[in-house]
């Protein structure tokens, strides 16, 4: 079973930076593409950031050029440097593989992690 594990949300004042992680068990780390994804209640789950085996990472336009995902295959762990942060930004944080086809179910997905930018 396949248990995500996210850290490092917190408040942080408009302009400031944080960094997420997520520790992701089991031995399918490096069989998926890996993304970030948020959630505000009442609304519908966002992608925000995706990153495959490459390294190379792709992003909504909202966050494109403050936010970078990267990845430690020897970890099992994804990361997002979130910097610039907006109070727009703020929601809980999620991770878990990137849906590539409508067969491929989401893992169950972790407890994610509260970010709250506000001044």
């Known amino acids: 079973q396949v248990h995500l594990v996210e850290s490092g949300g917190g408040l942080v004042q408009p302009g400031g930076s944080l960094r997420l992680s997520c520790v992701v068990s089991?031995?399918?780390?490096?069989?998926?593409?890996w993304a970030w994804y948020r959630q505000n209640p009442g609304k519908e789950r966002e992608m925000v950031a995706s990153?495959?085996?490459?390294?190379?990472?792709k992003y909504s336009d909202s966050v494109k050029g403050r936010f970078t995902i990267s990845r430690d295959n020897a970890k099992n762990t994804v990361y997002l440097q979130m910097n610039s942060l907006r109070p727009e930004d703020s929601a809980v944080y999620y991770c878990?593989?990137?849906?590539?086809?409508?067969?491929?179910?989401?893992?169950?997905w972790g407890q994610g992690t509260q970010v709250t930018v506000s001044s």
């Open positions: 878990n593989r990137m849906r590539l086809s409508v067969e491929t179910d989401f893992y169950s």
């Open positions: 089991g031995s399918i780390f490096t069989m998926n593409v």
């Open positions: 990153i495959g085996n490459s390294g190379s990472g």
